[in-house]
């Protein structure tokens, strides 16, 4: 597979997770997701879910079969709290753009790998990672702490990779205007 077709995303959200809605995944045959958790779910400086999400979190159970947060943070105490809050199984340190912490969540899904979205707002880790394992990829706007500034260090890497897939061929325009 060449560099653009790894890094390109089946869909690219143009916003944050909880556009995500029972229809996106009835169109794509999603029937699973695997979710990034930092910046994907909650920004940085936070260490519990807002509302929000975890009323999206629900509302995208009911039409899924499996739910999964796979983390490349190392950190039990953040992951597992997020997790255990959302009551969601989950893993860590993931090392993504690896592949092997999502081949153990995606075989507990019991799932073809098709009916699968992978969930990131890195295009370098979450993506990279899905593609590689045949996952519908989905790329979101990270969710971020209203006070950050174009300046912090997770922005600057994320405006690289997106700059450098761009260059490599990669189109991120956002798709789902019409969902
Ligand atoms: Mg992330």
Redesign the pocket.
Known sequence: MSPVNLLQPNLILGGPITLITPAILDQYALKGLIL?????LVPWQHSQVSPELSQWIEEIKECTLSLWLV??NLSEQRIGNIAKSLKLPYLLAAGKPSRRKLRIALEQMNLPCTSVGMV???LF??VLAGNRLGLFTIFVD?MLEESQTDTSW?HIIRNLEIYISERLGVSLAAQNKTV
């Open positions: 990034d958790v930092d910046e994907t983390s490349n990131g707002d890195r880790t979450d990270p997770t």
